[in-house]
């Protein structure tokens, strides 16, 4: 791939006397000039409401909104623009369906199934439903090298299942979630699948209506754009069937004073002013992308540098690689691994002292590190700008730390 390491201005920085070395992409990733270019000229040129003024601005900036949704519904496959709501994170496009969906849908007796990879934005919600609604959570095991267990989907996944939620790719370990395996199961018994694609739709092409998905989640911040904007994909024959999350100006039909009547959807889902810069943003964040970088390349380029990073670091004494690591080497995006006797806390410390920024910690899978039996570890995760040059600094500072040990 050819480098556009320039075209994102915060990686000239020298950090700690160091060229940069950001590989904590899966944590959020950094953004290119065009899109900071895009958010300033929304803010000096035409900043206004959107469906409020019937004035220039107002209308220009409704246009660039609405023209962003429809944007985003072709990028991920969507039959229909109104099937895109835009919410602040996938966090939030999680508990709007939680809240907004299974509160009202699910009761005793009913079953939903996760998996044990989930970051905690996709098991707290589900837990909360549990609690409330009186139904039970499930869990597709994880085997020791990261890997689900999917000859148990057939006893999992029966008559009593009203929901599946399951992340596309593993924050934590890297993981490729076989969804649309997953999914087949979940369509025979009537089940409803949600998909936590934070981890995928920045470094794969996806297709909604190929997945087969319900609901789909995503942040604009792990792919090139503003933090502060999310997407849930909500089907269109599921409209109906959720409830507006929030209430407010711009979701109404018409209002009295004692109950109102909604919009239809996609307004019906967005009460109050939505984040408007930062969507205009993400529409510039996605034209990058699509000008920039071919999917297949970008899968390839990322999958090569955790090759290298995997050969590094089993030259390294004390550490431990985590995940799958055969399937990291042909299509991951990050490999996490635990340095023997230092706390991952440290390690990153570490690095960061010498230029390379890493994420330590339980990275939201509290569970999962339980069930593996570590307690934090240290990930990289690489995005279109890391290069050899990135990987190659963070093995040298990891073999100089190696020799304090
Ligand atoms: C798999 C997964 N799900 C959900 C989230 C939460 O995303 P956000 O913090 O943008 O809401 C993340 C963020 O790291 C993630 O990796």
Redesign the pocket.
Known sequence: MKSVRNDFPILAQRVNGNRLAYVDN??TSQKPQVVLDAVRTFETAFNANIYRGVHSFGEETTQQYENVRAQVARFIGAADASEIIFTK???ESINFIATAWALKNLQQGDEIVLTQLE?H??LIPWQQVAQKTGAKLLFIPVNSDGSLDYSTLDQLITPHTKLVAI?HVS?ALGTHVDVVRIGTHAKKVGAKMLI?A??SVPHQRINVQQLGCDFLAF?G?KMLAPTGV?ILYIKKELHNAVEPYQFGGGMVFNVGWQESTWAQAPQKFEAGTPPIAQVIGLGAAIDYLEKQVDFDALQRHEAQLCAQLIDGLQKIAHIRILGPIDELRQQGHLVSFVVDGVHAHDVAAYLDQQGVAVRAGHH?AQPLAQKLGYDTSVRASFYLYNSAQDVQQLLDALHSLSKHL
């Open positions: 899966a944590s994170g996938t966090t970051h934005a996709n992340s924050n936590d934070a981890q942040s911040h999310g939201c």
